[in-house]
Each structure stands twice: as structure tokens, then as C-alpha cells.
């Protein structure tokens, strides 16, 4: 229900690009997925996006200059609020 309600308060378009979701599948992307699980899936941490959206939040070093600027500036603020598990620290 949480990514129902997510989904709707983004009023189905993507949070990155601003396009409609309706043609593909959305994506909801976790800002932090380290949250407990009670807290993972509420709304404030959910955000509706393209599958090619969510893979430029989440892969750094991809490579984001396709995107107009003004997708490019919330790629990069979903990418500070990214929260990365030590693990991934080279
Ligand atoms: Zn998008």
C-alpha cells in the first residue's frame, strides 16, 4: 500500500525526469534501504522513478550528461541522499 500511496503522491510521473510513468513500469527507489523494516518502506523514503532513472541514481559512476539539466541536478541530490552499506567502500 506504502508504494501505491508513493506512486500517487509523485502523481505517477518520474521524480528524475518528470515523465510519465504510465508507459513502463515505475520503480520505487529506496532513499535509504538500510532503514529498519517497519521504516524501509514508508512513503518519505520512497520515490517513483524509470528503471533507467533509478539505475542513474544508484550507479555513480554512470555517466548522466544524456539527461537535460534539470534531471541531471535531482539525480545528483538523490545521490547524496543515498545511503551506502561499507561494503561498498573500495
Ligand atoms: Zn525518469
Known sequence: MNRAYALNRDKL????????LI???????RVNPYLPLNQVN??????????????????????I?????KAQKKIKSLREKLVFSHTRNK
Do not use: I, M
Open 42 to 63: 514508508r512513503v518519505n523514503n520512497l520515490v517513483s522513478l524509470h528503471k533507467k532513472c533509478f539505475y542513474a541514481v544508484n550507479n555513480l559512476d554512470q555517466d
Open 23 to 29: 508507459a513502463s513500469t515505475p520503480w520505487a527507489h
Open 13 to 20: 510521473k518520474c521524480r528524475v525526469c518528470g515523465g510519465w
Open 65 to 69: 550528461s544524456e539527461f537535460d539539466v
